[in-house]
């Protein structure tokens, strides 16, 4: 294990940091919590029915010590979840409603969150990204001043470190979302011990092209300037004006960022997915994440091709962000 999830693990331990697992019946899932508690990392619950869970557990060979299991239809709490429910939706579900709702295991998980009866969630093994960020935004909701969540993949080869963002949440980010991304990226680096040096990327550096999409980016890093000044950080660039030294020399001789950025924010969804899969495919980077950020509480988005040591690491950096 890289030291980056060593030191997490550390700051987590012995914190009985209670994580909650929607996909109780899943493999990869059951695989990463029996881990989780048998090292004592943190306090799992994982939502399903008890039998259905034990007998696929023991399918897979696993034990479910130190695992809870919860069951939305025999919760005992139930009552509570409804009203807060009902409440937090504020006249947009009644109490008929709110029933039906939460017996769908991520709105239970996200209200077991909203409530303080866990303090993350982990899913998206099975759902998808929309199943797993629904409930958080309409019930945990984001946190003040910002507009929307986004996601960011830390980047991680050897000793290397990179934090690549929005790379799983807003398709056309506009240069107030841009702003936003990028502050809340530098938040989520410096939990990593990343001291953050933030690029805003584009197809253009400092004005060698314009466009409506590089005039996008260049308003983005004035916002982001001003809403919190003591960030590094600079653009527009190209991404080979914001890695390499040489380049930026020529490039951006004048900027802050010398070729020396560590946080790449994307000028949109398509740029960061192709450009995370492509680091990660071609240069044999490991892609942690999406963590998602901008949220009052951690809940985070598994990929569906993830594999049990995702799970697991998805697990500490939730229980880290909490």
Do not use: W
Request: charged letters at 25%.
């Amino acid at each position: 294990m890289s030291d980056l999830f060593a030191t997490l693990k550390e700051k987590v331990s012995g914190q009985q940091v209670k994580i909650v697992f929607p996909e109780g019946l899943d493999e990869r899932i059951l695989t990463a919590v029996n881990r989780l508690a048998g090292e004592g990392i943190l306090h799992p619950i994982v939502i399903g029915n008890q039998q259905e869970v034990t007998n696929k557990a023991n399918e897979f060979n696993l034990t479910l010590d130190g695992v809870e299991v919860l069951d939305p239809h025999t919760y005992p709490e139930m009552d509570q979840l409804v009203a807060a429910f009902v409440e937090r939706r504020k006249g947009k579900a009644t109490e008929e409603d709110a029933r039906k709702i939460l017996l769908d295991e991520n709105y239970f998980g996200t209200m077991l969150v909203h409530l303080g009866k866990a303090h993350g969630l982990v899913s998206g093994a099975v759902h998808s990204t929309a199943d797993t960020v629904r409930p958080a935004l309409q019930i945990i909701k984001t946190k003040e001043g910002i507009k929307k969540t986004s996601g960011v993949f830390i980047m991680v080869r050897g000793d290397e470190k990179y934090v690549f963002a929005d790379c799983a949440i807003n398709i056309s980010p506009d240069s107030q979302d841009l702003a936003e991304i990028a502050i809340a990226s530098a938040e989520t680096a410096k939990m990593f011990n990343i001291e953050p040096r933030v690029a805003m990327l584009s197809f253009s550096t400092k004005g060698s092209a314009k466009s409506p999409e590089t005039e996008r980016v260049s308003n983005a890093v004035e916002i982001a300037k001003q809403l919190n000044p003591s960030i590094v950080l600079d653009g527009e660039f190209q991404f080979d004006a914001a890695f390499v030294p040489s380049v930026a020399q020529k490039k951006a001789p004048d900027s802050v960022i010398k070729g020396d950025a560590n946080i790449f924010v994307f000028p949109s969804l398509e740029a960061g997915n192709i450009g995370y899969k492509i680091a990660q495919r071609l240069g044999n980077f490991e892609a942690v994440g999406p963590i998602l950020q901008g949220l009052n509480k951690p809940v985070n988005d598994l990929s569906r091709g993830c594999n049990a040591e995702d799970v697991y690491k998805l697990a500490l950096i939730t229980a880290a962000q909490a």
